[in-house]
Nanobody
Framework: VQLQASGGGLVQAGGSLRLSCAASGRTFTIYRMGWFRQAPGKDREFVASILWRDSRTNYADSVKGRFTISRENAKNTVYLQMNSLKPEDTALYYC????????????WGQGTLVTVSS
């Protein structure tokens, strides 16, 4: 499975961005897709996930009510709509795939940078 993330950029606080993650290859083996982020000097943290089969979602408390994860089946693409952005959302955002039968996220995209100015 290959993942291609895009959509990052510079935005003012309160603004919005939409990230995309296009999956290719053996996409039928995907169990779940997730978004993670890593801010400078901090550990990588979970942001949101979506089950491939039924689109059930899960969010970190820090983004609940502001971010929405979704998928477009025909394009094998997962989106992260980010609203009401805050400077603390500034980070490198990664998408990841958790394949059926494996323990956790095994495949990672290249990361896309989101910078929120105050």
């Amino acid at each position: 499975v290959q993942l291609q993330a895009s959509g990052g950029g510079l935005v003012q606080a309160g603004g919005s961005l939409r990230l995309s993650c296009a999956a290719s290859g053996r996409t039928f083996t995907i169990y779940r897709m997730g978004w993670f982020r890593q801010a400078p000097g901090k550990d990588r943290e979970f942001v949101a996930s979506i089950l491939w089969r039924d689109s059930r979602t899960n969010y970190a408390d820090s983004v609940k009510g502001r971010f929405t994860i979704s998928r477009e089946n025909a394009k094998n693409t997962v989106y992260l709509q980010m609203n009401s952005l805050k400077p603390e959302d500034t980070a490198l955002y990664y998408c990841a795939a958790h394949l059926v039968g494996l323990g956790s996220y095994n495949y990672w995209g290249q990361g896309t940078l989101v910078t929120v100015s105050s």
